[in-house]
Structures are given as structure tokens and as C-alpha cells.
């Protein structure tokens, strides 16, 4: 940073705030910039049960018209982002594929800035080894660098036993994100969080999880679109992931009724929404 050449003395007083405004609908006011930029969760605000949430379709193609930039960001570390395209688009959402973030990504990005070029032992699917071959790193179960675990949807006990051995032996031990569940049309399914636990358990090795709740998944997508905090809202269907997420990382928090939290749940956390609205269909008219 370059020398000033002097320093001019004022009086005090009081710091300067950033516009004032009112959300349409909310009687809330917020000293915060206006939203230039978005993050939305997929999973229960986008699409539910395999079908697109109502208003979500006309709330991308807004986003898409209005030329902000935005990501899509999921947990799920399965698919890679061009999987998840296709996924949306045959709901009849028209995301992008460079506007879709998921904790595969992120888990690379941390991966190759912390250690570029390294080594490591996967347990997840194509999303997962997809992205960390991108940032160079060598699949290897010999010596690796690191264990990482995603999901997967067939979690081998044979794969497990050498993730722990693995770990017994030095490596490092990563985990995409800390969901215990994973939706299906069937019900609950066990996600990585579940496997992390029993691994830890095994190891007395902790992972360290780089996906939401952890404040790391919003900046990264925030570098990927160049976008500042205070101009950005990340809408979310969960408070203990989402919500909190977008919190930590100083974002404008924004809750949806349709997936998991409702509002009764919501006033049991000790942290708050910025805002609480029914649906991505409240949001329309705002982007």
C-alpha cells in the first residue's frame, strides 16, 4: 500500500452507513448495500422431491435476464456440474453449468491451495474425482496426501477399511460436508457426515469439512463470481447449513419455507434469517 502524503485531522463522529432499505413484504430494515449478486442453495429451494419448486423456473430466468451473477450451490458432491445441468434442465431450470457450485468443487479448490499437485485417497463419485483431477492432484490409495470422502451411493466397507487404515498411517482426512442424511424419494439416506463419523470413531481423526455450514464454501463461490459480501444474499432452506453458512461469511441470509426448516424451527436457533419468505417465487421481483 502506498505512503499518504499527509494526514488531515477531522472531528469525530459518527460512521458512516450504507443506504437504508425496506424488502418488499418485510418491515425489517437493513443497513446493507443492495443485492448485486446471489447464492442459492438447490435442494428445497429450487427443486423438491425430484420436481421444481413453484417460481423457481421464473426466478433463474430472472437471474439469468438481469445479468447478476449467481451461483446454484449444493452439498452433494455426486455429480459433476454438467450432470447437475442436465438435472435442472429436464425440471425446466435453465441454469448454467459455470453457475453451479457444489462441495466438490470447493473441496478441490481447498485441496490444490493448500497442497497443489498432491495426492489422494477418494471415497465419492465422478463430481468429486472429476474436480480434483482438474486441479491436477493423483488418485493414489499409496501413501496418499490426503483421504477424502464424499458421497457416494454405494459406500463400500472394503473402501472404508483402507480410508482408515490410510488415516492410521499419517494421511489427512477431508470430508466434503457434514450432512448426516441425504434426501431420496425413498427417505433418509446415510451421507458422508454419517460415514466421516464412523471413520472418526475408527481413527480418533477428526475430518475437516469444507462444505456448508463451513463459512469457506461462500467465499470460495464468492471468488468464483468475484462478488463482496455485503452486496450478496444467499437464500437457503436450512438453518443449521444455509442460514448459518451465509451468516458467518456476512452475507444477507435470506430462509425459504419449502425444503426443510419452517418458522417455528427457525425461532429455536439461536441466530436469525435476515428475512424469512415462503418461496424463491417472493424473490422474482427483487432480482
Same mark, same amino acid.
Not at 462478488?227 to 425459504?256: F, K, P, Q, Y
Given at each position: 500500500?502506498?505512503? %499518504? ?10 460512521? &458512516?452507513?450504507?443506504? #437504508? ?5 418485510? =418491515?425489517? !430494515? ?6 448485486? $449478486? ?17 417460481? @423457481?423456473?421464473?426466478? *433463474? ?12 450451490? #449444493? ?15 429436464? !425440471? ?29 485417497? *477418494?471415497?465419492?463419485?465422478?463430481? %468429486? ?22 458421497? #457416494?451411493?454405494?459406500? $463400500?466397507?472394503? &473402501?472404508?477399511?483402507? &480410508? ?19 434426501? $431420496? ?5 446415510? @451421507?458422508?457426515?454419517? *460415514?466421516? @463419523? ?17 463459512? !469457506? ?16 444474499? !444467499? ?19 435470506? %430462509? ?7 418458522? #417455528? ?17 417472493? %424473490?422474482? =421481483?427483487?432480482?
Amino acid at each position: 500500500m502506498g505512503h %499518504l502524503p499527509g494526514v488531515v485531522l477531522r472531528a469525530p463522529g459518527p460512521p &458512516a452507513l450504507s443506504p #437504508t432499505r425496506r424488502h418488499p413484504g418485510d =418491515d425489517t !430494515m437493513l443497513d446493507r448495500k443492495p443485492v448485486q $449478486s446471489w447464492l442459492t442453495d438447490m435442494d428445497g429451494v429450487l427443486v423438491h422431491e425430484g420436481q421444481p419448486v413453484p417460481g @423457481a423456473p421464473e426466478f *433463474v430466468k430472472k437471474l439469468r435476464a438481469s445479468g447478476k451473477p449467481f451461483l446454484v450451490l #449444493t452439498n452433494n458432491s455426486i455429480y459433476t456440474p454438467r450432470d447437475l445441468q442436465a438435472r435442472l434442465a429436464r !425440471m425446466g431450470l435453465d441454469v448454467p453449468e459455470e453457475a453451479i457450485w457444489s462441495s466438490a468443487l470447493a473441496t478441490a479448490q481447498f485441496l490444490a491451495d493448500q497442497r497443489p499437485g498432491g495426492t489422494a485417497y *477418494v471415497i465419492g463419485e465422478a463430481g %468429486l474425482t472429476t474436480a480434483l483431477h482438474a486441479v491436477g492432484y493423483v488418485l493414489s490409495d499409496f501413501a496418499p496426501d490426503y483421504v477424502v470422502l464424499g458421497e #457416494t451411493r454405494t459406500y $463400500s466397507f472394503e &473402501a472404508i477399511t483402507k &480410508a482408515i487404515r490410510l488415516i492410521n498411517d499419517g494421511a489427512r482426512f477431508i470430508c466434503t460436508n457434514p450432512d448426516a442424511t441425504g434426501p $431420496s424419494m425413498e427417505g433418509a439416506l446415510p @451421507a458422508a457426515g454419517s *460415514v466421516a @463419523a464412523m471413520i472418526s470413531k475408527a481413527t480418533g481423526v477428526d475430518p475437516y469439512f469444507v462444505g456448508k455450514p463451513n463459512p !469457506m464454501m461462500m467465499r470460495s463461490a464468492l471468488n468464483t463470481i468475484d462478488a463482496h459480501s455485503e452486496s450478496t444474499a !444467499m437464500i437457503g432452506d436450512r438453518m443449521d447449513t444455509d442460514i448459518l453458512c451465509g451468516l458467518e461469511a456476512g452475507l444477507e441470509t435470506i %430462509l425459504v419455507l419449502t425444503g426443510i426448516s419452517n418458522r #417455528t424451527e427457525a425461532e429455536r436457533y439461536p441466530y436469525r434469517p435476515s428475512r424469512i419468505v415462503d418461496s424463491v417465487a417472493d %424473490l422474482i =421481483d427483487e432480482v
